[in-house]
């Protein structure tokens, strides 16, 4: 069902896990299917993000979706991370057995709820 | 990889070896049609006979020919509710199942709904238990059949059988149970416990896959499953596969035989299994009842750990596990078993069915707990729920 990739990537995730010092923390849901996460990102003053990490509940593609997605938003500015889709994470899982397409959508969106998060907590210290 | 351990016996078992030697002469031995006159039919038809009497005598019907061999319980079960439904549409288009039946049941009611007739689903309480003030209430004046399966497929819970069918039968109601679960677990005597329609499966009482039966009474109408030939009384045409059902007449001999002994096996088994998880795992919870249960199922939740996953890791290490019945852990959705019996979606999520055989010993055990144990611990470091977050 599930390809060497996917399972390789999902034994051993490069990003699971709670970041010490995060700014930002964006938590998603998928009511279907049961799957909570969270994304957290630490940003640094030029608005990139240094670290990102994930927790999850969730099946084996939901972990490797948010790792796939910390991946491809580590080392990147918050614009170009904002810019992340579906269609990026989806080619970098690999095969995606059908009906678990949603699992990169879930990513994205922890994506934009963490770089959200991080905006608003800017704002609270500007205030 | 190099060990393995299988803990899915409720979804299929092996074959037995007693039941393998009955069945290996019927492949090229004794290869006749049992349908036919001449003597290499009456020789298979002798062995198919003699099926059907062992069958008989272990669940004790009043005769063989109340026995109607299928491809299985999915068949047995679909041709239950269709065949009994539409032989009785006369009197009336209204049955009652309940919620936590095998998909074999409640997508056949699926198909009866769209073709005119009414479906009541009875729910079950917090064990999985029908709910029996709940069916007397929903009993109506068109009601004709009642089906509740013996034993549940998903947490193991058995059900008050005979007095169900004893209410069916106060209101002129014909009573189907589905035994797939139940056969070798607990005693089944259709006479005593008024059962009037039956079904029962081979592979998961080390017979043989694709071979299962319809008991039906005596008396009891059902309309015909397949048209051509006068095998199963011209019920259900066809070849009768005779190696399977040779298969399967043993393999219910030895269950009912040997049902005490392994029982007892079953419950140690089980006991020590649990008593380890729980010496090792935090926060695991038992789902079903916690006496009216059969041995060889259990279902576990292991809270903030997602069941898929933890199947995944503990097959990566070897050891097979069930996320709920086999023919709907391939999807997402959630066991409707669980659901029905008012879990919450992260208790379902979280739940994984062990189910325990014959060739299980206490290294096996060992090591399987070994595996979940990391496997639970590395998930729970990783998932987004947390202790403090347990309702």
Same mark, same amino acid.
């Given at each position: 069902?599930?390809?060497?990739?996917?399972?390789?990537?999902?034994?051993?995730?490069?990003?699971?896990?709670?970041?010490?010092?995060?700014?930002?923390?964006?938590?998603?849901?998928?009511?279907?299917?049961?799957?909570?996460?969270?994304?957290?990102?630490?940003?640094?003053?030029?608005?990139?993000?240094?670290?990102?990490?994930?927790?999850?509940?969730?099946?084996?593609?939901?972990?490797?979706? &948010?790792?796939?997605?910390?991946?491809?938003? *580590? !080392? %990147?500015?918050?614009? /170009?991370? @904002?810019?992340?889709?579906?269609?990026?994470? &989806?080619?970098?899982?690999?095969?995606?057995? *059908? !009906? %678990?397409?949603?699992? /990169?959508? @879930?990513?994205?969106?922890?994506?934009?709820?963490?770089?959200?998060?991080?905006?608003?907590?800017?704002?609270?210290?500007?205030? | 990889?190099?060990?393995?351990?299988?803990?899915?016996?409720?979804?299929?078992?092996?074959?037995?070896?007693?039941?393998?030697?009955?069945?290996?002469?019927?492949?090229?031995?004794?290869?006749?049609?049992?349908?036919?006159?001449?003597?290499?039919?009456?020789?298979?038809?002798?062995?198919?006979?003699?099926?059907?009497?062992?069958?008989?005598?272990?669940?004790?019907?009043?005769?063989?020919?109340?026995?109607?061999?299928?491809?299985?319980?999915?068949?047995?079960?679909?041709?239950?509710?269709?065949?009994?439904?539409?032989?009785?549409?006369?009197?009336?288009?209204?049955?009652?199942?309940?919620?936590?039946?095998?998909?074999?049941?409640?997508?056949?009611?699926?198909?009866?709904?769209?073709?005119?007739?009414?479906?009541?689903?009875?729910?079950?309480?917090?064990?999985?238990?029908?709910?029996?003030?709940?069916?007397?209430?929903?009993?109506?004046?068109?009601?004709?059949?009642?089906?509740?399966?013996?034993?549940?497929?998903?947490?193991?819970?058995?059900?008050?059988?005979?007095?169900?069918?004893?209410?069916?039968?106060?209101?002129?109601?014909?009573?189907?149970?589905?035994?797939?679960?139940?056969?070798?677990?607990?005693?089944?005597?259709?006479?005593?416990?008024?059962?009037?329609?039956?079904?029962?499966?081979?592979?998961?009482?080390?017979?043989?896959?694709?071979?299962?039966?319809?008991?039906?009474?005596?008396?009891?109408?059902?309309?015909?499953?397949?048209?051509?030939?006068?095998?199963?009384?011209?019920?259900?045409?066809?070849?009768?596969?005779?190696?399977?059902?040779?298969?399967?007449?043993?393999?219910?001999?030895?269950?009912?035989?040997?049902?005490?002994?392994?029982?007892?096996?079953?419950?140690?088994?089980?006991?020590?299994?649990?008593?380890?998880?729980?010496?090792?795992?935090?926060?695991?919870?038992?789902?079903?009842?916690?006496?009216?249960?059969?041995?060889?199922?259990?279902?576990?939740?292991?809270?903030?750990?997602?069941?898929?996953?933890?199947?995944?890791?503990?097959?990566?290490?070897?050891?097979?596990?069930?996320?709920?019945?086999?023919?709907?852990?391939?999807?997402?959705?959630?066991?409707?078993?669980?659901?029905?019996?008012?879990?919450?979606?992260?208790?379902?999520?979280?739940?994984?069915?062990?189910?325990?055989?014959?060739?299980?010993?206490?290294?096996?055990?060992?090591?399987?707990?070994?595996?979940?144990?990391?496997?639970?611990?590395?998930?729970?470091?990783?998932?987004?729920?947390?202790?403090?977050?347990?309702?």
């Amino acid at each position: 069902m599930y390809s060497e990739k996917i399972i390789e990537r999902f034994v051993n995730p490069k990003y699971a896990g709670g970041l010490r010092g995060a700014n930002g923390t964006g938590k998603c849901d998928n009511e279907d299917c049961g799957d909570q996460v969270k994304l957290y990102i630490s940003v640094n003053d030029d608005n990139v993000i240094t670290d990102a990490k994930f927790k999850a509940y969730g099946g084996v593609c939901t972990i490797v979706a &948010l790792d796939v997605a910390c991946s491809l938003i *580590e !080392g %990147r500015s918050l614009d /170009a991370a @904002l810019r992340t889709n579906y269609y990026q994470i &989806l080619e970098e899982m690999g095969q995606v057995p *059908e !009906g %678990r397409e949603y699992t /990169a959508n @879930l990513a994205v969106e922890a994506i934009r709820a963490a770089i959200e998060d991080f905006y608003k907590k800017q704002e609270k210290v500007k205030k | 990889m190099s060990k393995k351990v299988y803990f899915d016996y409720a979804s299929t078992t092996y074959v037995s070896n007693e039941v393998l030697n009955e069945m290996m002469p019927c492949f090229n031995a004794i290869y006749g049609n049992a349908n036919t006159l001449h003597s290499f039919g009456r020789m298979a038809a002798s062995v198919v006979d003699k099926a059907r009497d062992r069958i008989k005598n272990a669940i004790n019907a009043s005769k063989a020919n109340e026995i109607y061999f299928t491809s299985g319980g999915t068949e047995a079960n679909n041709w239950a509710i269709r065949g009994l439904a539409h032989a009785y549409a006369n009197k009336g288009k209204h049955i009652i199942v309940s919620k936590i039946e095998h998909k074999s049941i409640l997508d056949a009611c699926e198909v009866l709904e769209k073709e005119g007739f009414e479906v009541s689903y009875l729910p079950v309480d917090k064990h999985g238990l029908v709910n029996l003030s709940e069916l007397l209430h929903i009993i109506r004046k068109d009601t004709t059949l009642i089906s509740i399966m013996a034993v549940n497929n998903e947490v193991g819970t058995i059900q008050n059988v005979k007095t169900i069918a004893k209410i069916a039968h106060d209101y002129g109601i014909i009573f189907h149970t589905d035994a797939s679960q139940a056969i070798g677990n607990i005693k089944i005597d259709v006479q005593d416990m008024e059962i009037d329609a039956m079904t029962m499966t081979a592979h998961k009482i080390y017979g043989p896959k694709g071979v299962g039966c319809l008991y039906l009474k005596d008396g009891v109408q059902i309309e015909n499953l397949i048209y051509g030939g006068s095998a199963e009384h011209g019920k259900r045409g066809g070849t009768v596969d005779v190696p399977a059902v040779a298969g399967f007449g043993k393999a219910v001999e030895v269950a009912v035989r040997d049902m005490v002994i392994n029982a007892q096996k079953m419950r140690n088994v089980r006991e020590y299994f649990l008593k380890c998880v729980h010496d090792r795992i935090e926060y695991v919870e038992v789902n079903g009842h916690p006496l009216q249960k059969v041995n060889t199922i259990l279902n576990l939740c292991f809270e903030m750990v997602d069941k898929e996953s933890l199947l995944m890791l503990l097959d990566l290490e070897g050891v097979a596990v069930s996320a709920g019945s086999a023919c709907t852990s391939n999807s997402l959705t959630q066991s409707h078993v669980l659901k029905a019996m008012g879990l919450e979606d992260e208790v379902a999520n979280s739940s994984i069915r062990f189910s325990f055989g014959k060739n299980l010993t206490k290294e096996d055990i060992d090591y399987a707990v070994d595996v979940l144990e990391k496997s639970v611990a590395k998930l729970r470091s990783i998932s987004a729920l947390t202790k403090a977050g347990r309702k």
